[in-house]
């Protein structure tokens, strides 16, 4: 039998810290990563053979569990038509019309390959439909890794930013502003200062990058006001939020309805899809139609679609979202109260789908700084006992977690029999 450490030795060889995306491997928490062989339902395989609970789901897209029948069917039917024509095909504008009837926001739709591209191209497309270079984002938001996003804050909420990754330009960061996440007057501060000169805000209405962190009440009512004052474009990034939060997104769940969205993930079922859209008036810049050159050899792929498609149309089944919520409250509530009982500072926070596990005193995460305050450390021994007992969470704490339709109410209370042991170990 090979291990998973052997593994990711062979792995090292020719793969940079043998991983093709960063978080995957499990850096900081003292083991190598587990290599999976294959998946079903709410259950990861690694290679040797063992079973894990997955609240992972592949960073997002497998909301209804892994190997999805019905997504795996849709694919297996198109198959044998061929992989990519490199033209049009029929079944892109099925997933168009079905994103724009559950997102009724997205007047226009363009699909990508990634979640990167959809952020990149909907900046793009920001900065040249108002003819303005200055972009705002916040702090531990992450959209991607694009260069005008790769930029983390400047000493000051009003300073330009400065790259957070050698390779991205000074003079292309200097271009974006990160204001802190939950502070409504820093962002109204900007916009007073500098606000014509912005030509978007990007935000993740539900934030799942620095663990899970929801929007305070006003927050993005907030950006929504600014924007109109000022003629700059609201962009949500629900690459992780949309069909998740609930069926149209975190902006159905808010109530807020920004100019552009992006989404990613779940709209491709598991296959490589992002995809970005909204007001017609602004969509229509993009080429061929528009002087806004975005584009993609493998956009729209007829495979992606289908499992996209296949995925979004389960979604619709009433009442998916509010079985999904209730499954994240009862595991979050079962975890605060395992966690009491043992004395461990810990709390959870959750939107829809997603969650997050903070180890902190502190009632409330709303930030960046706050984030960034809870204990590694006893994160770092939380995950080594759940692992150990066949739980595979998110390999950092400033991931999300999410949830599946496939997790049972056996699953959840394995995990919480596994948590109650974990915590009585720290
Ligand atoms: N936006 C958000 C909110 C994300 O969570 C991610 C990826 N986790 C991205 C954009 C980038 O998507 P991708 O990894 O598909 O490029």
């Known amino acids: 039998m090979t291990t998973s450490a052997e593994l990711f030795e062979l792995a090292s060889r020719h793969i940079p810290g043998g991983v093709n995306s960063p978080v995957r491997a499990f850096k900081g928490l003292h083991r190598p990563p587990v290599f999976m062989e294959r998946a079903q339902g709410a259950y990861l395989f690694d290679v040797e053979g063992n079973r894990y609970v997955d609240y992972v789901g592949s960073w997002g897209p497998m909301i209804t569990g892994h190997a999805d029948q019905d997504v795996l069917a849709a694919v297996r039917a198109r198959l044998d038509n061929g992989l990519s024509f490199g033209t049009p095909t029929a079944v892109e504008t099925t997933m168009a019309d079905l994103i724009c009837e559950m997102i009724p926001s997205m007047e226009m739709v363009r699909m990508t390959s990634s979640g990167t591209e959809a952020t990149m191209s909907a900046i793009r497309l920001a900065r040249g439909a108002t003819g303005r270079d200055k972009i705002v984002k916040f702090e531990g938001n992450y959209h991607g890794h694009s260069d005008s996003l790769l930029v983390k804050a400047g000493s000051g909420a009003l300073t330009h930013g400065e790259p957070s990754s050698p390779g991205v330009p000074a003079s292309l960061a200097e271009h974006t502003i990160t204001l802190s996440y939950n502070d409504p007057e820093g962002v109204e501060a900007c916009f007073e200062e500098m606000g014509d000169e912005i030509a978007c805000i990007i935000v993740e209405p539900v934030s799942g990058n620095m663990n899970c962190i929801p929007p305070q009440p006003g927050f993005l009512e907030t950006l929504r006001r600014v924007c109109n004052e000022h003629d700059s474009v609201l962009i949500f990034d629900e690459v992780m939020t949309g ?13 807020v309805t920004p100019d552009l969205t992006c989404l990613g993930k779940i709209v491709g079922g598991g296959m490589p899809v992002g995809a970005f859209g909204g007001k017609r008036e602004i969509m229509q810049n993009i080429s061929p139609m528009g002087p806004i050159y975005q584009a993609g050899t493998l956009s729209g792929n007829p495979l992606a679609m289908a499992a996209g498609i296949a995925l979004l149309t389960k979604l619709q089944v009433p009442g998916f ?55 590694p450390e006893a994160f770092r021994r939380f995950f080594g006992a759940m692992i150990d007992q066949g739980v595979y969470l998110a390999p950092s704490a400033f991931e999300a977690g999410f949830m599946s339709s496939a997790h049972t109410p056996e699953d959840i209370q394995k995990t919480l029999d596994a948590a109650e042991k974990a915590f009585a170990l720290m």
Do not use: K, W
């Not at 069909?243 to 109530?255: D, S």
């Not at 596990?357 to 009632?363: E, K």
């Open 243 to 255: 069909f998740r939060v609930a069926l149209g997104g975190a902006q159905a769940h808010y109530g």
């Open 321 to 375: 979202h509010d079985a999904l919520t209730q499954r994240v409250e009862t595991l979050c509530t079962g975890l605060q109260e395992r966690a009491n009982a043992a004395n461990v500072p810990m709390m959870t926070q959750s939107a829809g789908g997603m969650f997050g596990i903070f180890f902190t005193g502190q009632r409330r995460v709303d930030n960046f700084a706050q984030a960034t305050a809870c204990d």
